[in-house]
């Protein structure tokens, strides 16, 4: 069974996350979600934390080995200073994690060491699609072989990064599976479309990508010509978004609850009136139950057990309700203060709202 107890690295991990979030994503939030736009300087300082780093290992640039419980648990507090600024962060690794998990060790040579050890660069992937009954595992983007090459056709939304990106992981239905297709920046039918306006996170520039008869050699489908399996990926990136889901609820419920201790009403703290005290226990109580979801579904990814992939969608499902719920209250308990902007609790609203749309935009 796992521990209840980080490792001594996985705490020092943390700590120095927590400071980085509280220290610089949450002062600069509010400025980058009105700018919409992190700045370089603090994107970088982030990748300079070495999340994604400590999870490759030396051969391929990186300074360790993939720990989807310690992924989760930065991820979380990263998510509690700032949730756009810490997708923004992780964006290389949409790119990077799944060839860690399926490449070929070609591909892993290629392009692993290029991401990890220099400083970040916009690497990122394509999975999400318009469609209202969208499913990952059965995407309406194709890719049908001719001759030595793969055509890929179809649109994808919510492609962060996508304008500058150096390479994209383009995901596509091939014979009834999902596969992914390494495109380098530049290549020919890959129609990037104007940045999308979300409701919420603001500062996590996505665009919607076009691919019109977009040839891709052989050697680039993820895991070379005998393909990959996909339930890992999906498995894994949906741990990370409940990771990210339960890290601004934290904040969320944080912030409620100590403005209900400060905030009188009538001449009582609000958070004395019994409707608002339930509803803080409720919120305390989900965000527990939830953030272990997340953390048994990454320890059993790392410990190879037989049903993960169910304890990844109960999580992830989980986590995205919970996202909603609490902050939801949070702005319910402020009450006017909830929904002006003097507060943060209307801007992770807004954000929270976006986890369930945004599959395959973090991995561990």
């Given at each position: ?259 209900a201790k400060e905030r009188e009403v009538f001449g009582v703290k609000a958070a004395q009136k019994q409707a608002i005290a339930f509803m803080l226990a409720e919120m305390a109580t989900e965000i527990e139950a939830t953030r272990l979801l997340v953390w048994e579904a990454a320890w059993k990814i790392d410990n190879n057990k037989e049903d993960i992939s169910k304890s ?21 308990i402020l009450g006017g203060h909830g929904y002006i902007r003097e507060h943060p609790v209307e801007k992770w609203m807004r954000d929270g709202r976006g986890f369930a749309n945004f599959t395959g935009l973090a991995i561990v």
């Amino acid at each position: 069974m796992y521990s209840f107890e980080p490792s001594e690295e996985q705490q020092m991990l943390m700590d120095v996350v927590t400071r980085f979030a509280s220290n610089d994503l949450r002062p600069l939030a509010r400025e980058a979600d009105e700018g919409q736009d992190f700045s370089e300087k603090v994107i970088e300082k982030g990748w300079e934390l070495g999340i994604l780093q400590a999870s490759i290992p030396e051969e391929f640039g990186g300074f360790g080995d993939r720990s989807a419980l310690t992924g989760v648990l930065a991820l979380e507090e990263m998510s509690w200073g700032d949730a756009a600024g810490a997708m923004a962060i992780m964006t290389p690794g949409i790119f990077a994690m799944p060839l860690l998990l399926a490449g070929s060790d070609e591909q892993k040579r290629a392009y692993l060491p290029q991401i990890v050890e220099a400083e970040w660069q916009p690497f990122t992937s394509a999975l999400i699609e318009y469609y209202y009954d969208f499913d990952p595992n059965d995407l309406r983007t194709t890719a049908d072989q001719e001759g030595n090459d793969y055509i890929i056709r179809g649109e994808k939304v919510n492609v962060p990064f996508a304008k500058e990106a150096k390479a994209m992981l383009v995901y596509a239905r091939l014979e009834g599976k999902t596969q992914g297709f390494i495109i380098p920046q530049g290549t020919n039918g890959v129609q990037v479309g104007e940045r999308h306006k979300l409701l919420g996170m603001h500062a996590l520039p996505n665009y919607p990508v076009r691919f019109d008869d977009v040839h891709v050699p052989k050697i680039n489908r993820l895991g070379g010509e005998a393909g990959h399996e996909f339930a890992p990926i999906l498995d894994a990136s949906r741990i990370a978004i409940a990771a990210l889901a339960v890290g601004l609820s934290r904040a969320s419920y944080e912030y409620s609850r100590d403005y209900a201790k400060e905030r009188e009403v009538f001449g009582v703290k609000a958070a004395q009136k019994q409707a608002i005290a339930f509803m803080l226990a409720e919120m305390a109580t989900e965000i527990e139950a939830t953030r272990l979801l997340v953390w048994e579904a990454a320890w059993k990814i790392d410990n190879n057990k037989e049903d993960i992939s169910k304890s990844a969608y109960l999580a992830y499902y989980g986590a995205v309700d919970l996202a909603m719920m609490v902050t939801d209250r949070a702005v319910q308990i402020l009450g006017g203060h909830g929904y002006i902007r003097e507060h943060p609790v209307e801007k992770w609203m807004r954000d929270g709202r976006g986890f369930a749309n945004f599959t395959g935009l973090a991995i561990v």
